[in-house]
């Protein structure tokens, strides 16, 4: 078979198999990537070895379709990984009026408009421009992500003290969700401290060792109050027109590539960051240009910082994904990139065709279950696949985690503090007083 | 205003206890009523939910970090390290393979790591790096290490992130007392112990970035020990040193088929009281001890993941045009290295030669970017790529900087510039830009530059400024140079502000004539 | 203009510092800290800490239970007698409506000076993205009217907006002719707004860092936190409202240069995008060893305006024969809608 029929059955098996996948709440494509970069190693050096001209287009396809198609549990079934926290929030409120499949159809709207500006925009640019940039800024990581948590912390509305007579009490009333979101950034990094110095998970299984924390901070605390919450889903409504044009997509790409693009290069930043930057960066008030503007910037975070790997001249290492697949290969120039570029082409027109009928298809689902016990069965899942891939030890910290995760939704602050497991450890470590900290922790 | 409001979307189910049981608003999660000042009860599973989520949050956080603070660190060996240990935490046993290397960008370290059934990279960071040097823990090949570490593999190039320099255990390699005599270059990378009297001691002039130079003397002769600013603080009672008999571990090196000693920390130094004893110096026993290298390590760990890559070395001679499409694994000397020309996207070219048989060998500039040493005239490279084939004649395009590998740096032949070829600087004119031209001549004062310093040089016709990158050029060439030495240099003719000017080719390109 | 921008250029700003760049090459970030710290400071200082100490002499409260737009009339009409009777300064505070977890009841309340009265109107329940609930438009079509006891001069003819978390203030200030000045927000832009305020606070922290660690750390400190304060009091002299500039030399606020209202959407991208490149151009040159090399106008052309131009190209072609409503704003109200926003 010829390389270019091997590259074209590859993507679309995975575009296919992530659309699919991407329906299931709470299930990341990274995990079932790992899985996969599992089997690929246990053939090595057997009769069968997978080549990398079929793993490869096939991961692209899967990150391509699960960055487009994850949309529908996101918005339809309310669990969201992390990244997808400024998408749900107006895409539930469609939800909520009705409007679900307007609202995940026009994240894929922006989805597709990435895909565009990624594959005809940014990747022509990239060879010339990222290695200069790159070459400017790799000393300077540490300080961008000190700067951006000091933005995230000091840019957090407080809640309360909306009323009654000015005074102690009014601040402290205000104060109360600030300081819980202080609270969740700082539990969340103590937590990152330990799993990233000295992670309790099996060292068998250590590509995993953050997982069970990100579950806990972002999906379970999701499931959990879709259960216990008494909210209905009201019945759905297909919409003729997405009353969208040519205006709100181009500012759409504006915004959403911005915070997507801040996201796919900065190392630990992820897609929810880069959307809470691009939106105070743009200014864009209209709520669909603010969810357009998630699936581009989702489409660019995902399959974008998968792309950094390839690019000659930087190979960069970024994302959950590029991290699995440096494990098994090594991008080799020219050639490698494009077979990338057009996997991503390929793989995005198929993933934004299987959008309808699997958004129709999720919202019969809905109509025929009950929306508890979907998120129940979803917790299941979820807590299944922790057990599965990092034991008991796994689901301690997926517990703990938990509780974290729970802090913001109860008491009313920002569910981004949770990123403070990554952005604190790794800005201290990058500065380069990381060791100091765990040291006084007595973890190093 | 009486008309009753339908109840919003999302709200038509909507618990009661959302609102105030007194007055009838909305109080959302608040325990009391901010309107009446109500107690407002909530739903068990919500109460509950809440004092779970800070308990797990605080307690069980706490627990965690006990779990973790006392668990041990697991050794495992480096054969049986596989991908799903990427970030795992690992304590390893083995022996330093090479010295610990201080990195130009960064000032972190790395050292290469065996322990009998893999070898691994040692990253540390800068501020392990100095608390290593401060306490004379900076590993040297055949020092036995113990360390913990964090995991980080990739298809082409595993490493190791040192943990914490708490949990590194040094032991050095056994080091002989030898006469200076007897040190010669085949004794390098071997670590020696050496005694005498300080004879001078010759800090480096002020902005060169040579190193101090220490002439000691024994009773069989005299050598010179190079060293840092960074070690030279580290000497205890530096102030006293010269006159002093002195007891100091060195690294045996050689430059240019010169041997060097080379003292890596300030402690390995020691002021002794007095002429050391006579009968001091090795036994035979103690000499093969000196020249200790790691004996027959089992095969390194292949990271190349089953692709079809020789499992031994090819000679240049043996790469041929049949080969065409196969990835191969190449050995041989550094003929000439060609970096891209300015402005332009050519590869990096660099012929491999062995004997008479040439290879060329080429890459792109972001492979250059991570080849950790850099391929110089002379030395012997090992280099991993896909033969290609141009007007019949086979090349090797090298597709990943960890590809290229230094085997041995000692030049094996003449040294890099054939002075030969050195042409009267006034001869050289403007048409020549973009040539390549041989000059000799005497060295003026060092201007530095952004990466790089200049110097005029001087012969019997006129001045040019001869330009050199620290990024391209050695820093031991760097070294050798300064006001007033005679040199002779080879690189590319170019202009800057309508002077011209030699840029100093990439490697060896520039050497004091003797 | 927005807090992010704000940020930014205290950020660019503090990327002038060969120090800054020099510190972070060694792995501190400190003074990119400050620097971003800074320039949102005074808008921190405003909005998380003095307005909730800020008394008011009428707290205007709808019954979210009853929302009844004539009884905020009166309260409104009562406030500005209060102003005129009493002659003083009054501080009003309109409070919010909340609904449900995520909805809030939107009212608008209006000066008409021409008939002397205030005109409030209840609006669509909005969610927390002010974002209207669809069917809830028109549940209050009433207009509620008070007679005023003086014209109350404002800045802009909006009507002012109360919806979602915390409703604004109004300070209702007599003037000489009878009439009374509305100031928006009057906490706001005040003593923090001030660049005597920067200096004072640079050389609080100067003064810390001097006992702490000599010197040198202290003066570039004070350098960067007067620099970085002092660029958000400029940045906001560009727009309507003006700050108090020399406080607590000056009383009263310094108006604006009208340049632009601090909300609108290009003027603070554009402040972002060229603080990014400021920034990109401060590291290139602080780098020792750049293999690139390029000039700032090359930086600028490629990274401002030929994106720039593609980007005016094509939403002209997007946009050609259609009309674009900008909607007018104020300063403080854009401000203060937006950091809500924001969350």
Request: proline fraction near 6%.
């Amino acid at each position: 078979m010829s390389a270019f029929w091997l590259v074209l059955i590859s993507v679309t098996a995975g575009t296919l198999i992530s659309s699919v996948l991407a329906c299931l709440p709470g299930l990341h494509i990274y995990n079932v990537m790992g899985a996969l970069v599992l089997g690929i190693l246990a053939l090595e050096g057997t009769a069968h070895p997978i080549p990398p001209d079929v793993y490869l287009p096939a991961f692209t396809g899967m990150i391509v379709g699960w960055s487009m198609l994850n949309t529908i549990p996101a918005v339809l079934l309310g669990t969201p990984d992390e990244s997808a926290m400024f998408t749900v929030l107006p895409g539930q409120k469609y939800l909520m009026a009705g409007r679900g499949f307007e609202g995940t159809m026009i994240t894929a709207v922006g989805g597709l408009a990435g895909a565009f500006f990624l594959v005809c925009v940014m990747a022509p640019l990239a060879p010339r421009y990222l290695p200069v940039s790159q070459q400017v800024l790799k000393g300077h990581m540490h300080w961008v992500l000190w700067v951006i948590i000091t933005f995230m912390l000091m840019s957090e509305w407080p809640k309360g003290g909306n009323r009654g007579p000015a005074g102690w009490a009014k601040f402290y009333d205000a104060w109360k969700t600030l300081l819980a979101g202080l609270a969740t950034f700082v539990l969340a990094g103590l937590l990152g401290f330990i799993l990233l110095t000295r992670s309790p998970v099996n060292h068998e299984v250590a590509f995993q060792n953050i997982m069970p924390a990100f579950v806990g901070l972002f999906a379970i605390p999701w499931c959990l109050l879709n259960m216990i919450s008494a909210a209905d889903v009201p019945p759905q409504r297909s919409a003729k027109s997405l009353a969208i044009n040519g205006d709100v997509i181009l500012r759409s790409v504006w915004s959403g590539g911005l915070g997507g693009g801040i996201a796919a290069y900065f190392p630990v930043v992820t897609g929810g960051v880069g959307g809470m930057l691009a939106g105070h960066a743009t200014a864009q008030r209209d709520e669909r240009i603010f969810i357009m503007g998630q699936g581009v910037s989702k489409f660019i975070y995902y399959v974008g910082a998968f792309m950094l790997m390839f690019v000659p001249g930087l190979n960069l290492t970024r994302g959950g994904g590029a991290w699995m697949v440096k494990a098994l290969y090594t991008p080799m120039g020219a050639a490698d990139y494009y077979l990338v570029l057009g996997s991503i082409a390929v793989a995005a027109g198929l993933s934004y065709l299987m959008m309808e009928p699997l958004t129709k298809l999720t919202l019969r689902f809905i109509d025929r279950f009950n929306y508890r016990h979907v998120s129940t069965v979803a917790l299941g899942i979820i807590l299944a696949m922790v057990y599965a891939v990092t034991g008991w030890v796994g689901l301690f910290i997926a517990a703990v985690a938990t509780g974290i995760g729970l802090l913001p939704v109860l008491f009313g602050s920002r569910r981004l503090n949770c990123l403070g497991i990554l952005l604190l450890p790794i800005a201290c470590n990058m500065s380069g007083f990381g060791e100091t900290i765990t040291g006084w922790l007595g973890l190093t | 205003m009486t008309e009753k409001p339908q109840a919003l979307p999302g709200h038509e189910t909507q618990s009661d206890e959302m609102n105030c049981p007194n007055c009838g608003r909305f109080v959302g999660a608040v325990t009391k009523c901010p309107y009446c000042g109500s107690k407002v009860e909530k739903r068990m599973s919500l109460v509950a939910i809440r004092w779970a989520a800070v308990l797990l949050a605080t307690v069980g956080l706490f627990l965690l970090f006990l779990m973790a603070k006392h668990r041990e660190i697991p050794v495992v060996k480096l054969g049986e390290v596989k991908a799903t240990m990427n970030f795992a935490q690992i304590r390893v046993d083995g022996v330093a393979e090479s010295d610990a290397r201080t990195f130009r960008s960064g000032g972190g370290m790395g050292f290469n790591f065996s322990d009998g059934t893999g070898t691994i990279m040692v990253f540390i960071s800068q501020k392990q790096a100095q608390e290593m040097q401060e306490k004379n823990l900076v590993p040297k090949a055949g020092d036995k290490v113990n360390f913990a570490g964090g995991l980080n593999i990739s298809d082409d190039k595993s490493s190791m992130r040192l943990l914490s320099v708490d949990e590194f255990h040094l032991t050095r390699a056994p080091a002989a007392t030898m006469r200076l005599a007897d040190i010669t270059t085949d004794m390098k990378g071997s670590s020696v112990t050496i005694e005498g009297k300080v004879m001078d001691l010759f800090p480096p002039p002020a902005d060169s970035k040579r190193p101090y130079a220490l002439k000691l003397q024994d009773a069989s002769g005299e050598q010179t020990i190079n060293f840092w600013q960074t070690e030279y603080d580290q000497i205890a009672n530096k102030d006293v040193l010269v006159g002093a008999y002195v007891r100091a571990r060195v690294s045996v090196a050689s430059y240019q088929d010169k041997l060097q000693l080379k003292l890596a920390s300030g402690l390995d130094l020691e002021i002794l009281d007095g002429p050391p004893a006579a009968d001091a110096y090795a036994t035979p026993a103690q000499k093969a001890a000196a020249t200790y290298r790691k004996q027959a390590a089992p095969a390194p760990r292949d990271f190349s993941r089953g692709r079809s890559v020789a499992s031994t070395s090819l000679s240049v001679s043996a790469v041929t045009p049949a080969l065409k499409g196969q990835t191969v694994r190449v050995r041989g000397r550094v003929d000439s290295v060609r970096p891209p020309r300015e402005g332009t996207k050519q590869p990096f070219a660099v012929v491999l030669r062995d004997g008479d048989a040439t290879l060329r060998a080429t890459y792109w500039s972001n492979a250059d970017a991570v080849i950790p040493v850099k391929p110089t005239p002379g030395a012997l490279f090992e280099m991993e790529g896909v033969v290609e084939v141009y007007k019949d004649q086979p090349q090797l395009q090298v597709e990943s900087g960890y590809k290229v590998k230094l085997v041995d740096d000692t030049p094996a032949s003449a040294p890099a510039v054939d002075m030969s070829k050195a042409v009267p600087v006034a001869s050289i004119t403007a048409a020549e830009i973009g040539q390549t031209r041989v000059v000799k001549g005497v060295l003026g004062a060092p201007r530095a530059l952004r990466g790089g310093v200049a110097y005029a040089l001087t012969d019997d016709t006129g001045t040019i400024d001869l330009i050199l990158w620290e990024s391209i050029v050695p820093a031991e060439v760097l070294n050798a140079l300064g006001e007033g030495a005679s040199v002779a240099a080879t690189g590319d003719v170019g202009e800057y502000e309508g002077k011209l000017q030699i840029k100093a080719a990439a490697g060896y390109s520039a050497m004091v004539i003797p | 203009m927005k807090g992010f921008s704000h940020f930014m250029s205290g950020v660019a700003v503090a990327s002038f510092g060969p120090w800054a760049i020099e510190a972070a090459q060694n792995g501190n970030p400190l003074f990119f800290v400050l620097g971003g710290a800074c320039g949102i400071l005074p808008d921190t200082l405003d909005f998380k800490f003095y307005r909730f100490f800020y008394e008011h002499d009428v707290y205007i409260t709808p019954d979210p239970k009853n929302p009844d737009p004539q009884y905020v009339a009166d309260e409104y009409a009562r406030a500005v007698a209060m102003a005129v009777d009493e002659k003083r300064y009054i501080r009003v505070k309109l409070v919010s409506i909340r609904l449900g977890a995520d909805f809030w009841q939107q009212y608008v309340v209006k000066i008409d000076n021409d008939k002397l009265e205030v005109q409030v109107q209840f609006g669509p329940v909005v969610n927390t993205g002010q974002v209207p609930v669809e069917g809830t438009e028109k549940r209050y079509p009433t207009v509620a009217r008070a007679k005023l006891k003086a014209k109350v001069i404002q800045t802009y003819d909006a009507g002012m907006k109360v919806d979602i978390f915390d409703g604004p203030t109004i300070g209702l200030k007599p003037m000489e002719n009878g009439d009374l000045d509305l100031e928006f927000l009057p906490w706001h832009r005040e003593w923090s707004h001030s660049l005597t305020v920067g200096a004072m606070l640079g050389v609080l922290v100067g003064a810390g860092v001097w006992l702490a660690s000599g010197w040198t750390p202290a003066w570039q400190s004070f350098v960067t936190i007067a620099a970085c304060y002092g660029v958000h009091v400029v940045e906001d002299q560009l727009g309507h409202m003006g700050s108090n500039i020399f406080y607590p030399i000056t009383k009263l606020r310094t108006p604006g240069l009208h340049w632009m209202h601090s909300g609108d959407g290009l003027p603070n991208f554009l402040t972002v995008w060229i603080c990014c490149l400021l920034i990109f151009w401060n590291l290139y040159r602080g780098q020792p060893a750049m293999t690139y090399h390029f000039g700032f106008i090359h930086l600028m052309m490629v990274g401002l305006v030929v994106p720039g131009l593609v980007f005016g190209a094509l939403r002209w072609l997007l946009n050609r024969g259609q009309k674009i409503q900008m909607a007018k704003g104020d300063d403080a109200d854009d401000e203060w809608n937006d950091s809500k926003a924001a969350g």
